[in-house]
């Protein structure tokens, strides 16, 4: 099995910066794709960035995904923190197994880490 674990989150101050990573375990595997996304207090989960697991960095507005030198390790680093950043922030990762020799794909979510952002 693939396993995906989150941390980095924390409270922080608006304005500030924050670094997420994203671990990828287990064996036989690659990646395709590697999303974030959050989901605030009371809300829909939503995209945050992403990029191809071949990727090396990927920019949306505030938002910075890019490859730890760990190779399955992603790092989601968000600028400007704003209050309404708080929420939950997810990995999504998405591959295929070698089982056997057959290729399988995978899609697996970490468990989350919290971000809170004080004004």
């Known amino acids: 099995q693939v396993q995906v674990v989150e941390s980095g989150g924390g409270l922080v101050q608006a304005g500030g910066s924050l670094r997420l990573s994203c671990s990828a375990s287990g064996s036989s595997f690659s990646i395709d794709h590697v999303d974030w996304y959050r989901q605030p207090p009371e809300k829909q989960r939503e995209w945050v960035a992403g990029?191809?697991?071949s990727g090396v960095s990927s920019v949306t507005g505030r938002f910075t995904v890019s490859r730890d030198n760990a190779k399955n390790v992603v790092n989601l680093e968000i600028d400007s923190l704003k209050p309404e950043d708080t929420g939950t922030y997810y990995c999504n990762v998405r591959g295929l197994r070698n089982i056997r020799g057959t290729l399988l794909p995978f899609d697996v979510w970490g468990q989350g880490t919290q971000v809170t952002v004080s004004s």
């Open positions: 990029m191809p697991g």
